[in-house]
């Protein structure tokens, strides 16, 4: 039976270390020489992953341990790209999460945790940085298990030195380990002074295990001592079937704990017959691949990364994805950080790029039978919390930007591009500031545009507080046919989200009937914009009376009075601006409630109430009224109040009047400054 080909997503917290223990996964490996940030060869290769010191995109490398082969995908840890991670999460075995034991990151990891269980994905926990906290690894059980609604089981318990943690002790192997910089950890005598520590913490592993292990329990009751295997068998059971997650620890920066987690990795993680098994694919049939993303790149034009879930795919073959597209396989590769290796084929099990499937997006599942595979795995777009207008700053680049950033949301389907003709805005929407950053910093490097950024624009709209009444006349002489019309309107405002209305009271022929429709033309185009430079919305206009002359009238002279009557009538009627105002709903935990409704409030927003999360203990839900004006920046001040978890939705509700220094502020005047 040939080996199996697993794949594993690294996860967790932003600034976990998610990218060092990957690093330090390959060099114990034997795939990379060194490991860190300043030799990285494998991960956060992107100009803006560098740049800003963080992950900003997906990285996958495939290494051999112990005769098996393992593709590591390290994963965003930031919530501005966790649509990337739950792109990633379908096609993969399980998943390793990176964290630390850190109370202040706690609301970071339960949201990665909430969608590995979302997503069924088996998991270990890696604490990380443990060297340095040797005091909070006694506590991290109850530390951390509030993040988690599976039960959390302690596999390690850190060997200590004073106050810094030099080793673990093994619980199931009933060793002691001493770690060694970048290399494998030396295997020393039991401390005496840990012994009875050690039988306290193997025996409640032991009793979590024996949950759902009746012939376990029966040798706890009878104090015998379990076999080696049969402990080993329930750790892998209970990882599995997702009743539990193991806790490790070890630190990447200095390489300690990788190999015991290699070989739990090894011995315990499910592979591709599970994985089969949890997406419901059988395993006979046409060759099937699940895209996990995809990449445009320069000359080598668009790649989309994808596990091979049956069968083998070659080059040169044509694939039919769920989408319904069709497409020839150019080449494949296999993948290692920005670079790869060409191969002929993908087999079962294995990660590859997959070049030119240009109708093909992330998400979707790959046939290389003819008809249309059914997709595996849901992954619907994010609604966006921050949005940009863009300009370019060389008008010459006008016709390319749209291209590039139709690449960059097929990359990324959590961008939303938006052309506002009303507005004459291309706004760009997405998940936070650096989401949006990321975007724009792509467009330079990799395609060569420079943008300007601003605050996206509102679309305002008008209207009028009362009646009013205006009569015009058009009349022009012009040498031959002159341009007469005449007409007597009344206008009133409607209802909040009528709109328009047009009534014809005219009585005796005073207008004739072809051009009762002329002023009824004009009227709407009238309201494109009106006296305060913004469409008009919930409006009657009644047309009383008029004029004609039977040889100068015509259409295009009754529109004309018509936008002459009206400037006069609107006028009067009292104008005002109305300014979008949005149903949002915000997501924080409780301790951040009071500086959510804080932000709220600030805002000229309404507290419509709050409560309970459902489903997430310790989490409320705000509920509010907010001008979109006010919007812009929500999202950082709630992110910054909030550890970097808060979120929101937003949709429109209804339109409001708008008045005072906001209202100033909309039709670009001046504030008034105090006399004196």
């Known amino acids: 039976m040939a080996a199996q080909h697993r794949c594993i997503a690294i996860v967790g917290p932003f600034q976990g270390g998610k990218t060092a223990l990957l690093e330090a996964i390959l060099h114990r490996t034997g795939a990379i020489d060194r490991p860190g940030r300043t030799g990285a060869r494998l991960g956060d290769t992107s100009p803006e992953a560098r740049s800003h010191g963080m992950s900003v995109e997906p990285a996958f490398a495939t290494t051999r341990f112990l005769g098996e082969a393992f593709t590591f995908v390290d994963c965003p840890g930031s919530i501005e790209f966790a649509h990337d991670l739950r792109a990633v999460l379908p096609a993969c075995d399980a998943a390793i999460v990176v964290c630390e034991a850190d109370a202040r990151k706690l609301p970071a990891l339960e949201l990665i945790l909430r969608d590995l269980e979302a997503a069924g994905i088996p998991r270990l926990l890696f604490i990380n940085k443990a060297e340095t906290a040797a005091g909070s690894l006694r506590d991290a059980l109850a530390l951390l298990q509030p993040a988690s609604r599976v039960p959390l089981l302690m596999r390690q318990i850190p060997l200590t030195e004073g106050e810094a943690a030099v080793g673990v002790i093994d619980l199931a192997l009933e060793r002691a380990f001493v770690w060694r910089e970048q290399a494998r950890s030396e295997v020393v005598a039991l401390p005496d002074g840990e012994r009875a520590r050690e039988k306290a913490e193997r ?107 049956r069968g083998a795919v070659h080059e040169g073959e044509t694939v039919t994805g769920s989408g319904g597209g069709t497409a020839r396989v ?34 979707e599942t790959l046939s290389t039978g003819q008809a249309a595979p059914d997709a595996l795995a849901a992954l619907p777009a994010p609604e966006p919390v921050h949005a940009l207008a863009l300009r370019v700053r060389d008008r010459k680049d006008d016709v390319r930007l749209s291209a590039a950033l139709a690449k960059l949301a097929d990359e990324d389907p959590a961008l939303l591009v938006e052309h506002r003709a009303e507005l004459g805005d291309l706004r760009l929407s997405g998940q936070g500031e650096m989401h949006l950053r990321v975007a724009v910093e792509r467009l330079a490097s990799r395609f060569g545009i420079a943008v300007e950024t601003e605050r996206a624009r509102v679309a305002y709209r008008e209207t009028i507080r009362g009646p009013a009444e205006a009569r015009a006349r058009h009349k022009k002489q012009t040498g031959g046919h002159g341009q007469f019309a005449d007409v007597a309107l009344a206008v009133r405002p409607l209802p909040r989200g009528e709109g328009f209305g047009f009534e014809d009271e005219v ?170």
């Open 507 to 676: 009585v005796g022929g005073a207008v004739p009937r072809a051009y009762i429709a002329s002023v009824e033309a004009g009227a709407r185009a009238f309201t494109a914009k009106g006296p305060l430079g913004f469409p008009v919305v919930d409006i009657a206009v009644t047309l009383k009376d008029g004029a004609a002359h039977a040889v100068d009238s015509s259409d295009a002279a009754f529109q004309a009075a018509t936008r002459l009557a009206l400037e006069e009538a609107l006028a009067k009627a009292g104008p005002v601006l109305l300014e979008p105002i949005l149903a949002v709903t915000l997501a924080v935990p409780s301790g951040a409630t009071a500086k959510a409704t804080g932000l709220v409030t600030a805002r000229r927003g309404q507290i419509l109430g709050f409560d309970a999360r459902p489903g997430w203990s310790g989490w409320d839900m705000v509920e509010a009224l907010i001008p979109e004006a006010e919007m812009t920046d929500l999202i950082v001040e709630l992110r910054s109040a909030t550890a970097g978890i808060g979120t929101f939705t937003a949709r429109f509700d209804h339109h409001a009047e708008v008045t005072g220094r906001a209202a100033d502020a909309a039709l670009g005047r001046p504030p008034l400054r105090k006399a004196g």
């Open 330 to 363: 150019a080449a494949l590769t296999r993948l290692a950080g920005a670079g790869g290796t060409r191969v002929p084929e993908a087999r079962a099990g294995e990660v590859a790029g997959f070049a030119r499937l240009d109708p093909i997006a992330t998400a």
């Open 203 to 309: 025996y409640t592993m032991l009793e979590r295990l024996a949950d759902h292990d009746d012939a376990l329990m029966e040798d706890l009751i009878a104090e015998v001592e379990p076999q080696a295997d049969r402990v080993f068998s329930d750790l892998a059971r209970e990882l599995r079937e997702g009743r539990a997650v193991s806790v490790l620890f070890g630190s990447a920066e200095h390489g300690h704990g990788i190999t015991r987690l290699l070989k739990a990795l090894r011995h315990e993680a499910p592979g591709l017959a599970q994985t089969r098994a949890r997406l419901g694919v059988a395993e006979e049939g046409a060759p099937l691949v699940q895209v996990m993303k995809t990449l445009h790149g320069g000359v080598s034009g668009k790649l989309s990364v994808g596990r091979v879930l």
